[in-house]
């Protein structure tokens, strides 16, 4: 996904940026060399974090891809591609596949879902 830096800036040591994207805006954790402001990048994104169904990824409302921050998460609204028995989901978010860890199965086999994630990283894909 293609993001635009509108900030960045160091918290506890790491590096964050603030970021924005056809798909809405959020900040993450950055691990790179420090991008310039305004530059526009392909990123992927990783989550450090294991999901668990109807707490922190659920059935979405909206029926389309999205990211925001809301009371310091990062809500994300994607399109459930496949989940496995092994506690693996792919999510399309926006032109993106992006790979979750789940502590058990989903309930959900297709559709919209949202996650609420402490802490995204980006990495540049350098395409």
Known sequence: MKIR????FLKQN???VSFHSPIGEATALWGDIAPKIGEII?????FEQVFSWNINVKPAAEKSSKIKMKDGLIQ?????VKADEDG??????GDSIILIELDGPLSQKSGFVELSATAIQLYPTHI
């Open 88 to 93: 693996c989901a792919a999510l399309k978010l």
């Open 5 to 8: 830096v509108t900030d960045t």
């Open 42 to 46: 392909d990123v992927e994104f990783d």
């Open 76 to 80: 994300i609204t994607a399109e459930l």
């Open 14 to 16: 790491i590096l964050h």
